[in-house]
């Protein structure tokens, strides 16, 4: 699986993807920051990568319809902090090993992981 880590994340993230066999591209490390939210969505899907986000705006699928997308994570920490985040991540990762998430969203929270599709 592949992942494009947006901006408001943290920059561990791409090695705890790694750790775990994952390909992670960060935002920054492709010098993409700051560019429109349509813009970023569509050069994760040109690269068929998961998009990990914690911008509420890719929780809307009337906006971004899952099924147009590799697959978007849409995480909800209850704290901001980097172990928090990190932690939420660490969750999913057993998930996303069991699921096809292509054409899926997830929005991941401390207490649960809601699966949408938009069929």
């Known amino acids: 699986m592949k992942f494009k880590i947006d901006e408001n994340l943290p920059t561990d993230l791409k090695n705890i993807l790694k750790d775990n066999s994952f390909d992670a591209h960060l935002v920054f490390d492709e ?3 700051g560019i429109d939210d349509k813009s970023l969505i569509n050069i994760s899907k040109k690269e068929n990568r998961i998009f990990l986000t914690m911008d509420l705006d890719f929780s809307d699928i009337r906006e971004y319809p899952p099924q147009d997308y590799h697959g978007i994570i849409v995480l909800r920490p209850k704290n901001q902090d980097v172990e928090t985040i990190n932690t939420l991540v660490k969750k999913v990762i057993p998930v996303l090993r069991n699921i096809d998430i ?3 969203l997830l929005i ?5 992981i809601r699966i949408k599709e938009n069929t």
């Open 31 to 33: 010098n993409i920051q």
């Open 108 to 112: 991941v929270d401390q207490n649960k």
């Open 102 to 104: 292509s054409g899926k």
